[in-house]
């Protein structure tokens, strides 16, 4: 049994994306409200019923966004920001404080992936022990919203109206992400990984190490340009030389030779 999951870290996503369209449904001065309203309620849906629906239903799903984002449906609503003056006197009352929010979510990632994964009474654990990256990451930003309204003295409610200005800023590229990163899958599940392990293995001798680790680092690079982006790189080229030649085959005792490089380098 688990008490925090991913599921319910992406179920938080969806209900605030539904809280935006339901705010853009209601600016009767938004430029396209009805597109732009239906394009973050179906982004909301993916993200909490997707252990629901059925992957066809989703997949229907993403192609209506697609389709919106082509129409030019979704769009960014009326701006209300502060002043120039407002916010220079915010800037010179926090001062440095306004960058603890943001240093929180990452150190909070760092640490609970470190600590949560081994808490846990019996069969009962805190966190869900394979993704406990993403949730320590989730609550890193969760305890980052806290802190910058208590730093800020802003309320729930300027909080939701800034996040529901960046999302609109964003628009429909928040999906791509999302979307490269299924392309990657979808390449790995082709066996894209295999036949560049088959390569890397011809072409370099990947029992050394640091060989290894060069292939690596230079075919993520040049899978990103080729790719243009680094989210389908990521799946085929940790498929195909990082989990076979550096895990498998050179960190299947990693404390033993992490001993025997320091003794070697002291």
Same mark, same amino acid.
């Given at each position: 049994?688990? /008490?925090?999951?991913? %599921?319910?870290?992406? +179920?938080?996503?969806?209900?605030?994306?539904?809280?935006?369209?339901?705010? /853009?449904?209601?600016? #009767?001065?938004?430029?396209?409200?009805?597109?732009?309203?239906?394009?973050?309620?179906?982004?909301?849906?993916?993200?909490?019923?997707?252990?629901?629906?059925a992957?066809?239903?989703?997949?229907?799903?993403?192609? +209506?966004?697609?389709?919106?984002? +082509?129409?030019?449906?979704?769009?960014?609503?009326?701006?209300?920001?502060?002043?120039?003056?407002?916010?220079?006197?915010?800037? %010179?009352?926090? #001062?440095?404080?306004?960058?603890?929010?943001?240093?929180? /979510?990452?150190?909070?990632?760092?640490?609970?992936?470190?600590?949560?994964?081994?808490?846990?009474?019996?069969d009962?654990?805190?966190?869900?022990?394979?993704?406990?990256?993403?949730?320590?990451? $989730?609550?890193?930003?969760?305890?980052a919203?806290?802190?910058?309204?208590?730093?800020t003295?802003?309320?729930?409610?300027?909080?939701?109206?800034?996040?529901?200005?960046?999302?609109?800023?964003?628009?429909?590229?928040?999906?791509?992400?999302?979307?490269?990163?299924?392309?990657?899958g979808?390449?790995?599940?082709?066996?894209?990984? %295999?036949?560049?392990?088959?390569?890397?293995?011809?072409?370099?001798?990947?029992?050394?190490?640091?060989?290894?680790?060069?292939?690596?680092?230079?075919?993520?690079?040049?899978?990103?340009?080729?790719?243009?982006? +680094?989210?389908?790189?990521?799946?085929?080229?940790?498929?195909?030389?990082?989990?076979?030649?550096?895990?498998?085959?050179?960190?299947?005792?990693?404390?033993?030779?992490? $001993? /025997?490089?320091?003794?070697r380098?002291?």
């Amino acid at each position: 049994m688990k /008490i925090i999951t991913v %599921e319910a870290c992406y +179920a938080v996503v969806g209900l605030y994306l539904f809280v935006l369209a339901g705010r /853009i449904a209601a600016e #009767r001065d938004h430029p396209r409200r009805w597109g732009s309203a239906l394009f973050w309620t179906l982004l909301g849906v993916t993200f909490i019923g997707a252990k629901v629906l059925a992957p066809i239903i989703i997949g229907y799903f993403v192609v +209506a966004m697609v389709v919106l984002a +082509a129409m030019g449906q979704v769009t960014r609503g009326a701006s209300h920001e502060t002043s120039r003056q407002e916010r220079v006197g915010h800037a %010179e009352r926090l #001062r440095n404080r306004i960058f603890w929010p943001a240093l929180l /979510i990452p150190a909070t990632a760092v640490v609970g992936t470190l600590i949560l994964g081994e808490l846990h009474h019996g069969d009962v654990w805190l966190v869900e022990p394979k993704q406990v990256t993403l949730i320590a990451l $989730s609550l890193g930003a969760m305890l980052a919203l806290i802190v910058a309204m208590r730093t800020t003295g802003a309320n729930v409610g300027a909080a939701s109206r800034e996040g529901s200005r960046l999302l609109q800023t964003l628009g429909w590229s928040l999906i791509l992400p999302q979307m490269l990163a299924a392309l990657g899958g979808i390449f790995a599940k082709a066996g894209v990984g %295999e036949v560049v392990a088959g390569l890397v293995a011809q072409a370099v001798p990947t029992g050394v190490p640091w060989v290894a680790v060069l292939a690596y680092c230079g075919g993520m690079a040049l899978f990103t340009m080729v790719m243009g982006n +680094a989210f389908a790189a990521f799946a085929v080229i940790t498929g195909g030389i990082g989990l076979p030649f550096i895990v498998k085959l050179h960190c299947s005792r990693p404390w033993r030779r992490i $001993s /025997i490089w320091c003794r070697r380098c002291c």
